[in-house]
């Protein structure tokens, strides 16, 4: 069966992107015909064992297509690293019982095989009889897989005889692997049609107990360009396909495997769960497995027994599913249809918890990123009569200015395809991240509104105005959002600061008044200072985070902040020194462990194996 995925990713741009993932699946859903004695050594024949050792985590192979362009030296290094990264991420959060020996893909039987022997009363019941004069290779994706990859098959002329001929002799297979991704940076047609796409996937083998054991990512190679390259967006796609072809595919979940009874390290007893995937009585689909439906009540603070996973519905029949989470409902997560901002694109608890309860993997839930997005709204968070009637402070109305739900940008209040008609703030086009120093466009002299740019800056609903400009009567502030910085001072608890004013405590759901200032400034609840990984993405800055929390359960007075932020300038000095020292050494450990995530060039030689 071969799978196809496709992401589109959302670029500030302010082009709405259209996800085309139902439309390429269409178009080349093929059927595998799996047959237990027509290949020698094949994955999909490893046989089940009552005992297996326990779970590690998954050895990811990568192989870069001989079809691939030829890259840049730049271009190469960008996508070596993306890759090397998301793979890194994903072995370190899904554990598998490995595969014993050297992974070998199996052939297609509908390619290289003419006709089996049908008559159950033959000795060769099953097996090909005849092989086809025109079968060459195997492909997935447009993809070449090298013979190396493959397993062995054999021909039996007669029906009842022992004696075969050999059709393709096996190959050495892949040491050390438990699924091999195969990267294919081209400018392809889609590519090309669709200028929002950065890469699609595709799940192309699985092994006996379903679980996919090879996949193809196709790269749009205009994509790796330097003016429109971000490297944490590319990431982020990578291990979004990769979830993809890994399991969390609409073509796919009626193989997940239920491992609820027994330990997953006896995960060849697991029994097959079927259907996982229900209509809701609203309409919308769900998916109904135990750790999603544990994650969403905790995720959304409800004890709804039937609160199942939405799946995406845009674009999607009725009673059919999409291989996406519903963008109202699960925004931010690495599984919605689009990717905004590399900021708040989060791998979140829910999507982990499909991926445990497809019965192939272990889950390292500790590594889950917080998903702020509907946290604790309850049950009916992100249906269509809520999202509208202003209960929920993750929505909004009309077409103003104001605040991302993450407050590092800002932003305006907007819908698109996924959301059906519900309106949420989406960070501006240009100088939007309030995290950024550069955004700054005016003096401080200059500036009415008081507005700091830089790494620990948060966007907040404003209509601060300079005392002496407020003077005027023709000079009216509205309510917007507005960049100040700000410091955690406890879970929840945090102050800000206004260009030419003091640090002034901000109480979490109220508002406050600067001295100076006209107008007010509006305090986030459970938004800043409770989720210590929301931060400006890595890549963009060289410092530490501001919104670090110590203890969950600590608070600190106002004197008591002064000690824990304050650092002379020996210990400043100290820390960096040995910071410094710790980033040397991991350096070099990721130098002399870089052979542990490989990316292989197919070169000539390998075209005719």
Known sequence: MLVVMVLVVLELTGVQPKCIFDEIQAQTIQDRGHHPCLARGGAWRRKPRLLLPPPQPIRIRTWIAKESNNLSEAEKKRMEAAVEQAVRTVSSLLSVNRVVGPLLLSRDVNKYCKFLWRNSSTANYNRCGRANSNYRTETCLDVTIPDDHLAGCDIYIHADSPHRTELRPGGAGLADTDFLLYLHIKSTDKCRAKPNILAYAAHCQADALGRPVAGVVVICRDRLKGETFSHQAAVQTVIHELFHVLGFSKELFHTWRDCSSMSQAEGAGCSPQGKVTYSDGSGHMRI???????????????????????????????????????????????????????????????????????????????????????????????????????????????????????????????????????????????????????????SAEEDSTGEIFGFDSRCFFSSLTRQNLSQFPSFISTVEGRCYRHRCTGPNRYQIHVSGSEWVDCPAGGSIQVEGYQGSVSCPDRRLCLYSDITPPSDAVDTFPASIIRDPNETLTSAQTWTSLSFSVKTSLGITAAVCLLAAVLVRYRKCCSCRIRIHTTTDEHSNL
């Open 288 to 442: 109904y497995t135990p750790s999603v439906i544990s994650a969403l009540q905790k995720h959304l603070n409800s004890t709804d027994p039937e609160l199942g996973g939405w799946l995406e519905n845009f674009g999607v029949l009725p009673g059919k599913v999409s291989s996406h989470w519903e963008s109202r409902v699960l925004q931010g997560s690495i599984m919605a249809a689009e990717l905004a901002d590399s900021s708040s694109v989060r791998i979140d608890q829910v999507t982990l918890a499909a991926l445990q309860d497809t019965g192939w993997y272990n889950v390292d839930f500790s590594r889950a990123q917080s998903l702020v997005w509907g946290d604790g709204e309850g049950a009916m968070f992100g249906s269509l009569s809520t999202c509208q009637n202003k209960s929920s402070p993750f929505f909004c109305s009309g077409s103003g200015f104001g605040c991302h739900y993450l407050h590092l940008h800002k932003a305006e209040c907007k819908t698109d395809q996924y959301l059906e008609r519900c309106r949420v703030y989406k960070p501006l086009k240009n100088g939007s991240e309030c995290w950024k120093k550069e955004n700054t466009r005016r």
